[in-house]
């Protein structure tokens, strides 16, 4: 049985042909027609029937559908108004399901919320690549009740999401997002289950909430996490120094953490990032 039945090129042909749309490649769409990657991404998310989803970027609906035949609540957000039509009819066939009109970046958690029933417990989506890494990380910061996500991103997102230290990919965003979720699951997507094929590979990640212990104030570890990788070709020491931390400041907690001031922030592991923003506050 079809998870959903938009999932091939033509029934997805013949909707965008019905509203008279055409994908934008301003807002990065991408249909997927892949029943099977539907299906893994179903199976990754695990729903049991009792969450509350939020996807962003549903497009014309497509794992929308898939999403509401598992979910007790769907809500959707939309950017491109031209679709607003296609949505409206998924919500006027299916109760569990609202969508909001709007920059995912800029709509209120409230408003969310409201839609949702209740705040959103999982996120499942194919997030629009221009801004996929950024609403991963911004919605586990301000929207706590989320306790996983599977997102389809572009393969090169997907492997500074899943990179260890030391590693090529490793960086800011990958410290940044440990402290607050880890990857427990990943597949590869490639250009032939979209429509029109995008010219990069894609994968679909499952990130599950598990805040690192210590990192109770994520706002100040990710500063200095943003300091430490701010010239990420010099020292970790002279890096966060031009980012005007104090040198003094900066010998005393390397000294209490056991971290080198010679090291890179590409070697230092999350965990090292909670330790060193806690002995910088100690010393202040």
């Known amino acids: 049985m079809a998870r959903s039945p938009l999932a091939s090129p033509g029934a997805t042909r013949a909707l965008l042909e019905a509203y008279g749309l055409a994908t934008k490649h301003s807002l990065g769409q991408n249909f997927l027609v892949s029943d099977r990657v539907i299906e893994k991404i179903m199976d990754l998310a695990d729903l049991a029937g009792t969450e509350r989803v939020l996807e962003v970027g549903p497009g014309i609906g497509t794992l929308t559908l898939a999403l509401l035949d598992d979910a007790a609540r769907v809500v959707s957000v939309e950017m491109d108004r031209s679709l607003e039509p296609v949505l409206s009819a998924h919500a006027a066939a299916h109760p569990n399901f609202a969508y909001l009109m709007g920059d995912a970046l800029a709509v209120p958690a409230e408003a969310i919320a409201e839609a949702a029933d209740g705040e959103p417990t999982v996120m499942v989506s194919n997030l629009p690549y221009n801004v996929a890494a950024t ?121 209490a953490c056991g971290i080198a001031p010679a090291c890179r922030a590409e070697t230092l592991a999350p965990e090292d990032f909670v330790r060193l923003a806690a002995a910088l506050d100690e010393g202040e």
């Open 135 to 255: 609403i991963i990380l911004d919605f586990f910061q301000r929207m706590g009740s989320l306790e996983r996500a599977v997102v389809m991103v572009q393969a090169e997102v997907a492997d500074r999401i899943c990179a260890k230290p030391g590693g090529r990919t490793y960086g800011a965003y990958t410290a940044k997002l440990a402290l607050l979720a880890r990857v427990t699951g990943r597949f590869e997507v490639g250009p032939g289950n979209f429509m029109p094929p995008p010219h990069v590979d894609s994968a679909v990640v499952r990130l599950e909430r598990a805040p690192l212990e210590g990192a109770g104030d994520v706002a100040r570890v990710s500063a200095v996490i943003d300091a430490a990788f701010a010239q990420r070709r010099k020292t970790i020491r002279n890096s966060m120094s031009a980012s005007g931390f104090a040198r003094e400041a900066l010998d005393a907690a390397f000294a």
